[in-house]
Each structure stands twice: as structure tokens, then as C-alpha cells.
């Protein structure tokens, strides 16, 4: 489990102790993380298939198979973890879209849904 932000006030988590199961040694300090730590792993799979699109939006819409305003709300997604800005309003237009264009079921749509708003 990768825990960034505080579940009850949503600040960024200070990391005070490292502890190693094996030998059982632990390490205090403060200590710093890298803006990648905040990122899910399928977020860091769509930084690696935009990089080797090279930026091309359309090109990763297609390869993903979602749609436009989908593939805008991961970038501002993560461009939101990396700046660390506060969580906008809730906006499901994306998926709603998807929805729409068939890019997704009502069943996905309403997962995606549940899972933003558990963020």
C-alpha cells in the first residue's frame, strides 16, 4: 500500500521511520519522497505510454481506447498528484462521455465512478 495523503484531513504524509522485516532494523528521520511515490501504478503506465506516443493525445486515445475528455482527466489527474493542488469538485464528464460513445458499460461507468469518489 502506497499512502501519500492523510485519510482524515488529505495532507501529504511526512515519512518518519523505514523498517527492514528481514533484520529487523529500523531507521528514523524525515524523510523525502519523490513526486512518483504519489502515483498509481496504472498512472505510471499511462506516463510511459504517453512518453513513447510522445505526447500525441489522440494517438493514446486510440491506443487505450477511451476517449478524448478521458485521456484530459488522467493528465490533469496526475498533473493535480504531481503539483500537489487540492482535489477539484467532483466532474464526470468523462465518463459520461465514455459512456455515451460506448467506450465503456453502465456497470464500468459506475465503477469508475465509485472509485473516484474514493479518492
Known sequence: MNLV???????????????????????????????????SASQLEFIK????????????????GI????????????????TCKPIPEQDYTDILADLEEGFVSVDEALNMISKRREQ
Open 5 to 39: 495523503n492523510c485519510p482524515i484531513c488529505h495532507r501529504e504524509l511526512e515519512i518518519r521511520q523505514y523498517h527492514c522485516p528481514k533484520c529487523d532494523v529500523s531507521f528514523q528521520g524525515s524523510f523525502t519522497t519523490s513526486w512518483l511515490e504519489g502515483l
Open 49 to 64: 505510454l504517453f512518453l513513447l506516443v510522445q505526447g500525441n493525445l489522440k494517438e493514446l486515445q486510440n491506443r487505450l
Open 67 to 82: 476517449s478524448y475528455p478521458t485521456v484530459k482527466n488522467r493528465l490533469a489527474e496526475i498533473n493535480r498528484i504531481i
